[in-house]
């Protein structure tokens, strides 16, 4: 079953554009949500995390939005760069340290 | 520098030779886990440990094995690789009680 579900698959976006990527999550237990990014040929690499307790997360140009009523979060990426061009991953994480990953956005940026 | 290995990086075999896919951390971590990674499916849990000589099963442990007599190493065997299991692998670790997972370069396994 797929407890992270993470929309849209894949992502055009124009240099200087918003990048946006959603996901929604079922378990309520888990208190901490990351998100991964993958260039070509690497392992994923933490980007940027939230806790539940707060509804937003900026650091740099990324920011993470949480609604933890809607059970939903998502990330936005400002002034997008081509150099940001790799696949995402949202996922969620409790106690027992066990990552569910979301399926995945493909993120290209034309310059 | 802080990293975690896994060798090979690619590796072609055929179906029921039995392969082992090494993985090390350098960075003292107690939890290490195996992900593979398939277009589609995003990244699913094989195994994981806890800590030296503890083990338990992920989402999708069929057809896997994992051992951790070390605190530094966490190898996947495959005692008879199949097809459907051609995949991109990947080794991780973290400090208990902290949630971010650093992952390893990644395995590309082609079985025919």
């Given at each position: 079953?797929?407890?992270?579900?993470?929309?849209?698959?894949?992502l055009i976006v124009q240099k200087g554009g918003i990048s946006i990527i959603?996901?929604?999550?079922?378990?309520?237990?888990?208190?901490?949500?990351?998100?991964?990014q993958?260039f070509?040929?690497?392992?994923?690499?933490?980007l940027?995390?939230?806790?539940?307790?707060?509804?937003?997360?900026?650091e740099g140009r990324f920011t993470?939005?949480?609604?933890?009523?809607?059970?939903?979060?998502?990330l936005h990426i400002m002034d997008s760069q081509p150099g940001d061009s790799a696949t995402y991953?949202?996922?969620?994480?409790?106690?027992?340290?066990?990552?569910?990953?979301?399926?995945?956005?493909?993120l290209a940026v034309q310059p | 520098?802080?990293?975690?290995?896994?060798?090979?990086?690619?590796?072609?075999?055929?179906?029921?030779?039995?392969?082992?896919?090494?993985?090390?951390?350098?960075?003292?971590?107690?939890?290490?886990?195996?992900?593979?990674?398939?277009?589609?499916?995003?990244?699913?849990?094989?195994?994981?440990?806890?800590?030296?000589?503890?083990?338990?099963?992920?989402?999708?442990?069929?057809?896997?094995?994992?051992?951790?007599?070390?605190?530094?190493?966490?190898?996947?065997?495959?005692?008879?690789?199949?097809?459907?299991?051609?995949?991109?692998?990947?080794?991780?670790?973290?400090?208990?009680?902290?949630?971010?997972?650093?992952?390893?370069?990644?395995?590309?396994?082609?079985?025919?």
């Amino acid at each position: 079953q797929q407890q992270v579900k993470q929309s849209p698959q894949s992502l055009i976006v124009q240099k200087g554009g918003i990048s946006i990527i959603n996901c929604a999550y079922e378990n309520t237990a888990f208190d901490y949500f990351p998100w991964y990014q993958q260039f070509p040929g690497k392992g994923p690499a933490l980007l940027i995390a939230i806790r539940p307790d707060v509804s937003e997360k900026k650091e740099g140009r990324f920011t993470i939005s949480f609604n933890k009523s809607a059970k939903q979060f998502s990330l936005h990426i400002m002034d997008s760069q081509p150099g940001d061009s790799a696949t995402y991953f949202c996922a969620a994480i409790g106690a027992t340290n066990k990552l569910i990953f979301g399926t995945g956005t493909l993120l290209a940026v034309q310059p | 520098e802080a990293q975690v290995t896994q060798n090979p990086r690619y590796l072609i075999t055929v179906t029921g030779k039995k392969l082992t896919v090494t993985c090390s951390q350098n960075m003292n971590h107690e939890y290490m886990s195996w992900y593979r990674q398939d277009p589609g499916l995003g990244l699913r849990q094989i195994y994981y440990s806890m800590n030296v000589e503890v083990t338990d099963k992920g989402d999708v442990p069929e057809g896997y094995k994992v051992s951790r007599k070390e605190k530094r190493n966490f190898p996947l065997i495959l005692e008879s690789p199949s097809p459907n299991q051609t995949s991109l692998y990947f080794c991780a670790s973290s400090d208990r009680g902290r949630y971010e997972q650093y992952f390893g370069p990644g395995t590309r396994l082609t079985v025919t």
